[in-house]
Structures are given as C-alpha cells and as structure tokens.
C-alpha cells in the first residue's frame, strides 16, 4: 500500500498532506506532511461542533434550546437563508453545520459561544495548529491573510478521540459521530468505494484547498484517514486525487481482507 499511496503523491499536482491510523494499534500506516499549517476550509467545523457541545455540557444548557438568526446572519451555501430561516434549536444548526456544511448555521454558533472559547478548547483536547480566525464567508478578513487553520496530525488527534469518544460526555460523543454520518457529500474519501460502509467525516473546500477527514468503520478494521489538498488549481481532480488515496488504503485494509473471509 505504502509504495501505491507515495506514488500517487509523487504524480499529484498539488501539495498532498496525509494520515491513515489504524485503531487496532492505535499507530500511523501512512504519514505524510503531518504538521505543515494549511487553510482549514470546513473542516474547522468539526472543532466548533465539538466545542458547542461542551459548551453546553459544562453549562448544563439545552441542545435543543431555540436561537434567534438575524437576517444579517445569513450567508451564501446556507439551507437556513434559503429558506429565510429566523429561529432554530442548537441541535438543527450543529447538523445543518456538518451535513449540508451551512455556512450560517456556523456563524451563528461561532457567535453563540465565541471565537476565544473555540479556540481554548482547541488547546485544551490538544490541536496544537487548529485555530478559528474568521467567520465563514468572511472574504475580507481572508484577502487580509487572516484565516482557519489546522494541520493533519491535529486532524489525526481530533478524530482519534471521536473514535474513542473521550471529549464529552456519552450521549454527546455518540451524537458527534451520528451527524458526521449523516454527511451528504461524497465527491472525496467515498468517491470510488462502492462498498456499503459507514464513513463519520467531513469535507473542506475553497479554491485552493481541498479536504476530506473522517473515520470508516468495517467489520473487518475501522481506521481513521485524512487527505488534506493544497496549492489547488483544480478542485475536481484534487477529489479525484483524494478518492483514489482513499481506495487504495480501503482495498488494502478492507477490501482484500473482506474478500480473504
């Protein structure tokens, strides 16, 4: 798998950051620019989600108390502003956040707990890269160089412990992993697996970065896999680059063993 992997790095056009873990060593199989910053895309949603339902845990608020969405709120890519959506529970705008990555629903949970909180959290479950700088949408602050961040190895640490669901508390880490499930879009780290198998992940994408991180989980091996596309001229080829990555690590984890039983 290794010699397959590097050779489609080697051939891509963009800068290719990487991670595969194995979760029955708990050890990396492949690595590749694990602690190089990038532009996060949407996968700073994931951290927000996270972030929120600690929020509301330690505080002992209601996931399904209603909160108020001003019409200045709403922003291109967002079911809620195209149905001119003014009031909505925390839990309807974490799920609109991950699965249909609404860029309002997010804004308005940025606002909901803050920019500052996001961000000392994110130190505190240890993402040592990951840092909320802007709101989604927010074109200017990004012209001025200000923008998310992450890298993968703390994509890699993030998505660990999803998998070991130690960040909150149970219900709340099962509810994590059940709407990263829910994901609609498949144009990435599910491209080419036909295989029916369930995939907790989240996708990134701006002009320049294309992204996909998640877990698959197999009766065979569950693994966690991040591709992580910089330097993109072409956003479809980079999800081409990152599904057949993604199938070559499926076919030698899953597939072949799946076959083999």
Sequence with gaps: MQQ??????????????????????????????????????????????????????????????????????????????EQKITTSTINELLIWMITTSDNTATNVLIDFIGMDVINMFCRQIGLMHTQVQRKMMDFERLANGVDNITCARDMAHLFSRIYAKNLLNPEFSQLVIDILCRQRFHESLRRYIADDVEIAHKTGG????????????????????????????????ARQIIGHLSKAVFDTLIGQKGEAT
């Design 4 to 81: 397959t992997i590097q050779h489609i790095i080697d051939d891509a056009p963009f800068k290719v950051h990487m991670f595969v873990k194995d979760f029955k060593t708990n050890q990396f199989i492949i690595t590749e620019r694990l602690d190089e910053p990038f532009s996060s895309a949407s996968l700073i949603k994931v951290p927000i989600l996270i972030a929120v339902l600690d929020y509301l845990q330690n505080h002992h608020e209601s996931l399904h108390q209603i909160i108020t969405i001003r019409r200045e709120d709403w922003v291109d890519f967002s079911v809620i502003s």
């Design 206 to 237: 701006l002009e320049s970065v294309d992204h996909d991180v998640g877990i698959v989980y197999s009766d065979v091996q569950d693994y966690s896999i991040g591709v992580f596309m910089t330097e993109v001229t072409e956003n479809d080829i």
